[in-house]
């Protein structure tokens, strides 16, 4: 699979939907290609997701293999009217979760088939951050650290130093004791715990929170 | 110490057991420990001073230690020559860290400890816990580091502090 083409929702998608089981990482996958079809390459979704290379050629092979996405071959006119931008800004749907069971066409005509300059002019500013009232999604984070910071050991300590700028008094109020990073998966409710985290985890990263809430976006918006 | 700083003391602490017997040494599932840490019967400790405070561990089962005497030629494996190894080893990762960090951190002598001994140590409460995984044995590098030296507490005190 090329990670630097834009694949679509296949028109079977939608009736495919309820017959599928995936790991939640994948339907995020799925979710975020659905939500702003035409849009996003699917590099730019696995950074966001905070996917390998590896892991996003593997998960684009199983959507593919089943149907559910494409890669979709356009004359020139609909190439013209799309509005691609394969390495510009996240764009996300206004729609919120109900619009998982839109039907796949519905959402081509009012997002990727509209005119450019129109298109630009409906599309709402980004706005793929986690809803405020998600639970943070821990596992998500750090692996989005993991691999911002070059995975594998380098990774890791790029979470570990994310964890040493937190005072020892939350982590201990926090209950944390032993984290396993490759596998750690804990949902984390506390408003002011998340946004502590987010905070040293953009840090960590050299990002602005509101940059690391983007790439975050794709993952908790679930 | 950034990331790139930490991880020299996993590759310096990896590469020992191939430097030492010819066979290379695997990475575990790494896990970070909060306010306790896995010591294993002897344990080589590196203190590290600077922008970051606190100490660099090597933490390794006599059964280890004893397979890495055999395999470096030496047929004697009481506890002497085990603490003896296990100093060794930390002495070369403090030795290739000062190389590498000059002025820029201060690495101590390393000490070593048995795990009844290990009661003295008292670590940064933040640790990360890397398996480094030999012929099936297995021992524990530990970074225990503190970012702010006024926060950190000396890797020494009197106070029993291992869990």
């Not at chain 1, 083409?5 to 939608?14: E, G, L, N, S, V």
């Not at chain 1, 911002?148 to 005072?167: D, E, H, I, N, T």
């Not at chain 2, 004893?66 to 020559?81: F, H, I, M, N, V």
């Not at chain 2, 926060?151 to 502090?161: G, K, L, M, N």
């Amino acid at each position: 699979m090329n990670l630097d083409a834009i694949y679509d929702p296949t028109a079977r998608a939608t009736e495919l939907l309820p017959t599928l089981r995936f790991p939640l990482v994948e339907w995020r996958l799925y979710d975020t290609l659905a939500r702003s079809p035409g849009v996003l390459t699917a590099r730019t979704i696995a950074q966001q997701l905070g996917l390998s290379v590896e892991g996003m050629q593997t998960i684009l092979e199983r959507l593919s293999a089943c149907g559910l996405i494409h890669l979709p071959e356009l004359g020139y006119d609909e190439f013209q009217a799309r509005s691609v931008e394969p390495t510009g800004p996240v764009v996300a749907c206004e729609a919120g979760p109900a619009n998982h069971a839109a039907p796949v066409e519905e959402q081509r005509t009012s997002v990727s088939f509209t005119l450019r300059k129109r298109a630009r002019a409906k599309i709402p500013p980004a706005s793929n951050e986690p809803r405020a009232d998600a639970p943070l999604q821990l596992g998500a984070l750090l692996r989005l650290v993991r691999e911002r910071a070059g995975g594998g050991s380098l990774g890791q300590l790029a979470v570990y130093r994310m964890f040493l700028k937190l005072p020892q008094e939350t982590l201990q109020a926090a209950g944390f004791e032993q984290l396993d990073l490759d596998t750690a998966e804990l949902e984390v409710r506390d408003r002011q715990l998340a946004d502590l985290l987010r905070e040293k985890a953009s840090e960590v990263l050299g990002l602005s929170t509101h940059e690391l809430n983007q790439l975050e976006g794709g993952l908790t918006s679930n | 110490m950034n990331q790139h700083d930490m991880h020299v003391f996993l590759e310096v602490g990896v590469n020992f057991f191939e430097k030492t017997t010819g066979e290379k040494a695997t990475f575990g599932n790494a896990a970070l420990q909060f306010g306790k840490s896995d010591l294993l019967d002897y344990s080589g400790v590196i203190r590290v001073s600077g922008s970051s405070e606190g100490a660099v561990c090597l933490t390794v089962p006599c059964a280890m230690l004893d397979e890495l005497l055999r395999a470096t030629g030496e047929s004697e494996t009481t506890e002497r020559y085990e603490r003896d190894l296990v100093g060794e080893a930390a002495s070369i990762i403090a030795s290739n860290a000062r190389k590498h960090f000059g002025p820029r951190f201060a690495i101590a002598p390393p000490e070593t400890f048995g795990i009844d001994e290990a009661l003295q140590l008292s670590l940064p409460f933040a640790r990360f816990v890397l398996p480094i995984q030999w012929r099936g044995y297995r021992a524990n590098l530990i970074l225990a580091l503190s970012e702010s030296a006024s926060t950190a507490p000396s890797p020494f005190s009197s106070a029993p502090c291992l869990t």
